[in-house]
């Protein structure tokens, strides 16, 4: 049943007091911004899921190096049931090297888990990959990964606009 103060549109929604359209990606930010830190955290990882899961190979295979460098043995071993280690472990470790093939075997959920994980452990990480993201031509029209770097851009301008102790 549809709200009676809103109509889909094409574009996105759009509220009947204002009159004007509200695009799907605003919408989605403005919804992060306004949640909590646990739901805040999982948003972002069904966003690196749903970037992942739409990117071309070679993305993929990109973003898969950049979230697996931080981690270590143990964390490739116990996350999506061992798929990052057998990946990890193939070019002898520490020597990460994610091959085209291997963007096959990783499911859009183990991605998600990856993504749950680094968030734990290097967020640096999660900024140099939505800058990857940004940079890769094949992404400009992606939805997710225009909210992706919509959060990450906001949470950089309002990291400098914080006072210097």
Do not use: C, H
């Not at 999982?42 to 739409?54: E, P, Q, S, W």
């Not at 470790?93 to 888990?113: C, G, K």
């Not at 029209?141 to 006072?163: D, M, T, Y």
Request: glycine fraction near 8%; charged fraction near 20%.
């Amino acid at each position: 049943m549809q709200r009676p103060y809103l109509v889909a549109a094409n574009e996105g929604i759009i509220p009947e007091t204002s009159g004007g359209p509200i695009p799907i990606n605003d919408l989605v930010v403005e919804v992060f911004e306004s949640s909590e830190p646990p739901m805040k955290r999982r948003m972002l990882n069904v966003l690196f899921g749903r970037a992942y899961a739409i990117a071309p190979a070679d993305v993929r295979k990109s973003l898969l190096e950049k979230l697996m460098r931080p981690l270590g043995a143990l964390s490739l071993i116990t996350l999506a049931g061992g798929v990052f280690a057998r990946i990890g472990f193939r070019g002898g470790w520490p020597n990460l090297s994610v091959q085209l093939e291997d963007v096959q075997n990783v499911r859009n959920s183990d991605v998600i888990a990856l993504v749950d994980y680094v968030q734990q452990v290097s967020t640096g990480t999660l900024i140099e990959a939505v800058r990857m993201i940004e940079s890769a031509p094949a992404m400009t029209g992606s939805g997710a990964a225009a909210v992706l770097i919509s959060i990450f851009l906001k949470r950089s301008i309002e990291r400098r606009k914080l006072p210097r102790g």
